[in-house]
């Protein structure tokens, strides 16, 4: 029996489209950031505190795990309260868990806050779904190129439905990093993400930040330091919109600026983006004498 869908009156039509129009003034801003870098510098602890400072405080923060990354919160039991832990079971979940979302379902009706740790571990899953129902053999075959337009088809799709939270909730996801070449043939520190969707994740993010953490014994202890590039050299990858930012920065003055960013209503001087004075130096040991590619001017320790 055919299904008969019932045409939309021109008068019907007319009120979706005045609904989907609103002031921009009544917009609340949320944060959207992209974290990456190899394992263990950090990341989750990080996306944490963010979430913990951007979250309204009658709001929860949902964790969606595809692993077991929430352990490296048992050190700091600050960061997990009023969070759930949701582990990963596919795409289509998540595209379930967005639709609870947008109903106010209860139960679902109170996150402010989506970690999703890490979004590029969710494609390298969902690539191997996609060879084993076309029964491609990874020892022995390579995967075609019909292969990657299905993965990028839908890892794509499910970044749309998260981002159709992106006016009402803060969005958090976390990623490994890679080495692929630009389109200048330069070899980049990069999200861990197929050619196709990196550019979407990121155009839709406020903060592309690459991870890093170094040993140092300065204080007689070894001990961690922590960074995140949020503006991009000719080597790494990142973003930021938010303004106020040198190349590098310590986690807790990014987390400050953060604050100082929601507190203004994420009121950004486009100055501050891309020629704020203390943003255009570079030391030598964040880029090389290969300036084409930044902008930016390279100190070196002559000051020159």
């Known amino acids: 029996m055919a299904v008969v869908t019932k045409q939309k009156s021109p008068a019907e039509k007319l009120a979706e489209l005045k609904a989907s129009i609103g002031g921009l003034e009544d917009l609340k801003t949320m944060s959207k950031f992209l974290l990456y870098g190899v394992s263990g510098v950090g990341k989750t602890v990080e996306a944490q505190e963010l979430a913990q400072l951007t979250t309204p405080p009658d709001k929860r923060i949902l964790y969606i795990d595809t692993g077991e990354g929430w352990v490296s919160l048992k050190n700091h039991p600050q960061l997990m309260r009023r969070t759930r832990r949701m582990t990963y079971q596919g795409l289509a979940q998540i595209e379930l868990l967005v639709d609870a979302i947008k109903a106010n379902l209860p139960e679902f009706d109170d996150y402010g806050t989506l970690i999703f740790d890490e979004f590029s571990t969710s ?3 969902f690539l191997h ?3 084993d129902a076309n029964e491609v053999k990874m020892m022995t075959e390579a995967p075609e190129f019909k292969h990657w337009g299905i993965l990028s088809r839908n890892i794509e799709r499910t970044l749309w439905k998260l981002l159709e939270l992106k006016e009402t909730h803060n969005i958090i996801l976390i990623a490994h990093e890679r080495t692929a070449k630009n389109k200048q043939g330069i070899e980049q520190l990069a999200p861990s993400f197929m050619d196709s969707i990196s550019g979407s994740v990121k155009e839709n993010m406020h903060i592309v930040a690459r991870m890093t953490a170094e040993v140092t014994n300065k204080e007689g202890a070894p001990q961690y330091v922590r960074k995140l590039q949020v503006h991009p050299t000719k080597l790494v990858v990142a973003k930021s919109r938010i303004g106020g930012l040198d190349i590098q920065v310590p986690p807790e003055v990014f987390n400050k600026r953060l604050a100082q960013w ?3 209503g994420g ?5 501050e983006v891309v020629e704020l004075e203390s943003e255009k130096q570079v030391d030598q040991s964040v880029a090389d004498q290969d300036v084409s590619f930044t902008g930016f001017e390279v100190t070196t320790e002559e000051g020159a």
């Open 262 to 264: 929601l507190e203004e």
């Open 129 to 131: 779904l996609v060879l």
């Open 267 to 271: 009121l950004v001087d486009e100055r």
């Open 123 to 125: 494609a390298k899953q």
